[in-house]
């Protein structure tokens, strides 16, 4: 069975540019959710997808948003780049949108922003 | 607010040693506890979970953590580490917040292992 995957794994953008990063579920997975690492933060939990629409929000503001597609793969678009944005972008998978269920996590997308 | 705090941001131990790191929680209600293992370029991996029942809980690669609800603590263990152990790790706590549920990370324990 495959895993979470995600694309791009390095991403090297300039302030006010906009990044797209993109994840495909594990196959039969609903639930996306996306983790911002940044270093010396820890993992934020960023956004929440399930059954195609957004279920709940971490605090960031509204330049970071996403979409669940119909086949459950998603896509976070951070707009207006800046400095701090710079960090690994994880995305997670799990059956349904419960705290019972395991979340699967992808090897991350490494954002550079210059 | 719900929180999860690591208290160790580095710890050090030697081959075949015991292992325990610390996870303290604070939330209203029983959580749901989880450990997860960050390898050097790799994603995160589920170790144990906590929801209910029976407070010693098993998980993967020979670790166990323990619900004490007295201490508000959810501490990983280990009898005897392996060098394949160094990674991060992360203790994360999940609640209801509304009809949302919601995951927070404490900010993790990074392991070396000395030979």
């Known amino acids: 069975e495959a895993g979470v995957t995600q694309s791009p794994t390095h991403l090297i953008k300039t302030r006010g540019q906009q990044a797209t990063l993109r994840c495909s579920p594990i196959s039969g997975h609903t639930s996306v959710y996306w983790y911002q690492q940044a270093l010396g933060l820890g993992l934020q939990f960023l956004l929440w997808y399930d059954e195609g629409e957004e279920r709940n929000r971490g605090n960031f503001p509204p330049r970071f948003s996403g979409r669940q597609f119909p086949n459950y793969s998603s896509e976070l678009n951070v707009n207006a780049l800046e400095l701090e944005d710079s960090a690994l972008y994880l995305c997670a998978s799990s059956n349904a949108g419960v705290l019972t269920d395991t979340q699967y996590f992808g090897p991350g997308t490494r954002l550079t922003v210059l | ?115």
């Open chain 2, 1 to 115: 607010a719900q929180s999860v705090t690591q208290p160790d941001i580095h710890i050090t131990v030697s081959e075949g040693a015991s292992l325990e790191l610390r996870c303290n929680y604070s939330y209203g209600a029983t959580p749901y506890l989880f450990w997860y293992v960050q390898s050097p370029g790799q994603g995160l991996q589920l170790l144990l979970k906590y929801f209910s029942g029976d407070t010693l809980v098993q998980g993967i690669k020979g670790f166990e953590a323990e619900f004490k609800r007295s201490q508000s603590s959810f501490n990983l263990r280990k009898p005897s580490v392996h060098w394949s152990d160094a990674a991060e790790y992360f203790c994360v706590g999940g609640g209801i917040t509304g009809t949302a549920s919601k995951l927070t990370f404490g900010t993790g324990t990074r392991l070396q292992v000395t030979l």
